[in-house]
């Protein structure tokens, strides 16, 4: 196997990255870094990741296994692919590095659901496109349109198949309610979980439950073989990688080299690259710059890892396809799921916040209706870091009823609404934040600018009464008056990271692409890893977005495609 560096420099946009990564410049370059780092020099140099194995001779290959369609990775986007193939009669065979089926969180949005509908939820095209347009503006466009419009026009009948496909294993659909947003910037209604008896909270378990319903699936009903424990290292592609991509070498548990020959498809599916340090600062340099600790604390991948926040996979299926003549996606830098904005008591965190956000300063700094995604930027971009956000007891009534997290229409989790007279209570009753009876007493506990603060807060209030915000033009119906005791506050600090997304080109079929944007015969990606689904950043206005388009309705319509083929 040989590596076109040069192509592959091209492919990856060098260019486009120069400048970012010269802000990284101390970070670990395969071969010694020169004293300045240019383009010219950026290309003289090899990175960690653009290195490939030496290839497995054939005599130390233990066994071959063929087999129609080949899947590598056990989370919920290439068990779903495999599931819809292996249930139109294809020949499927998974493996896997990790020992178990994995996914995290658990809502996957989808559009005009035979469930919405049985929930009396009409499908609301002007929503729809509203949406989208925001998101691909929120992107600069910079998004592969034709795989949104794949996405939204099949959503509702993917999501048919998963709940009739997930119910034979005893899984249940719910609809989280829609963000409360007037500015109708966050919330299609279409946020399905799935739950059982066991992990009733479908937002935050239902993902797990998806994944080994879909294993089950493939093995007991369909007769088809996952292996575990068994890890990718590089692919075959034919005719000295200008051909069809045919197998793919693995190593085992045991040490053992096995070949998995695939006669219609290979499709990758091992989810991000942000346990790879290297590609985060090349790929994502403000999210690398950021959490550079987490990346860089070491210690072995653990694939099968839930939520974690300090980095999740090293990028195998991304580095396999580079290796042999793949593409990389044409946006970079790569988006970020960071998040960690400030919103007080929000019955949800992504929700609308009507309160005040006021930096250390004591001054405002941004509109508070704005999302933990969006948000966190906006606090991470102060010089603290720190946000203190304040509110008073009258928020409690702003609505008759708040509703519960991951709260079913039907109300069939252990989450129910609360009113405003518990939610007021709990509030009073509890310790998450930081109370008194009055502003003075209230800022007096903050480390903050005290005499600012009760400025910003008196002209907060006036905005407020008069519906005009004068300063960062909060929606007249989010305003409210901070002045009814007793009073609130709650202090954050810094933002979270979750995953870096994105990764090889493809079209809108997932068919991988190279440098010329042609397709690349017997490959084929699913997941966190499809390619300029997402720009700039994962910012949760569509919740599950990532869950309902990369990992569901598009491996879905994959897996029939190669049935078929």
């Keep these: 196997m040989e590596l076109n560096r040069r192509s592959f420099l091209k492919g990856a946009g060098a260019a486009a990255a120069a400048a970012a990564v010269a802000s990284t410049a101390s970070v670990a370059v395969a071969d010694e870094a020169p004293e300045v780092l240019t383009y010219e020099t950026l290309e003289s140099k090899n990175w960690s990741w653009m290195i490939p194995p030496e290839p497995i001779a054939d005599e130390d290959i233990a066994e071959v296994k063929t087999h129609d369609i080949v899947i590598i990775g056990s989370g919920m986007g290439g068990l779903c692919c495999g599931a819809s193939a292996a249930q139109m009669g294809a020949d499927v065979i998974v493996f896997s590095a990790g020992t178990m089926p994995i996914s995290r969180g658990g809502s996957i949005q989808a559009v005009g659901s035979k469930y919405e509908a049985e929930q009396g939820i009409e499908d609301n095209p002007d929503l729809r496109r509203e949406q989208i347009m925001m998101e691909q503006v929120a992107a600069n466009h910079m998004v592969n349109s ?20 997930l119910g034979t294993k005893g899984l249940y659909p719910e609809l989280a309610p829609a963000y409360d947003d007037v500015d109708v910037l966050n919330g299609i209604p279409g946020e399905h979980n799935f739950w059982n008896e066991n992990a009733v909270l479908g937002v935050f378990q239902g993902a797990p439950l998806v994944a080994a319903a879909y294993a089950s699936y493939i093995t007991d009903d369909c007769g088809c073989e996952i292996d575990y424990e068994t890890e990718a290292l590089y692919l075959i592609r034919d005719d000295n990688n200008t051909g069809r991509v ?10 053992k080299y096995i070949k998995y020959e695939a006669n219609k498809a290979i499709v990758l599916a091992t989810g991000d690259f942000s346990k790879d340090p290297d590609m985060m600062a090349y790929y994502a340099p403000y999210a690398f710059k950021e959490f550079k600790n987490q990346f860089t604390a070491g210690g072995e991948v653990d694939y099968d890892v839930a939520m974690s926040f300090g980095g999740l996979m090293p990028g195998t299926g991304q580095k396999m396809g580079l290796w042999i003549g793949a593409a990389w996606q044409k946006a970079i830098p790569n988006p970020s799921a960071i998040n960690g904005g400030a919103g007080g008591p929000g019955w949800r965190v992504i929700d609308s916040f009507c309160g005040i956000n006021l930096a250390s300063d004591g001054k405002r700094f941004h509109n508070e209706n704005t999302n933990f995604a969006f948000g966190a930027y906006d606090k991470l971009y102060l010089p603290d ?25 039907n109300n069939v989790t252990s989450y129910k609404p609360s009113t405003a007279d518990q939610m007021a209570e709990s ?45 960062y033009h909060v929606n007249p119906a989010l305003l409210h008056p901070i002045e009814t005791p007793p009073f609130f506050a709650t202090k954050s600090t810094g933002g979270t990271f979750l995953t870096v997304m ?31 689904f997402f720009g700039h950043t994962y910012n949760f206005a569509i919740s599950g977005l990532n869950l309902g388009a990369c990992c569901t309705t598009l491996p879905y319509l994959l897996g029939r495609d190669l049935a078929e083929m």
């Design 385 to 409: 870091k720190t946000v203190y956000s304040i509110w008073d007891i009258n928020y409690a009534y702003t609505r008759d009823e708040w509703p519960g997290l991951g709260c079913s229409i």
């Design 246 to 255: 045919s197998a793919v070498i693995a190593k085992d548990k045991d040490g």
């Design 146 to 165: 034709r795989l949104w419009e794949r996405w939204m026009n099949r959503s509702g009948e993917s999501m048919d198949w998963a709940i009739d496909l």
């Design 502 to 532: 994105g990764g090889l080109r493809c079209d809108e079929k997932l068919n991988v692409l190279d440098e010329e944007d042609k397709p690349i015969e017997g490959l084929y990606e699913v997941g966190t890893m499809i390619g300029d």
């Design 427 to 471: 509030w009073k009753s509890g310790r998450s934040y930081i109370q008194a009876d009055t502003l003075e007493e209230l800022v007096a506990q903050l480390d903050i600018d005290q005499e600012e603060a009760l400025a910003s807060i008196a002209r907060y209030n006036e905005y407020a009464k008069n519906g005009v915000d004068e300063e």
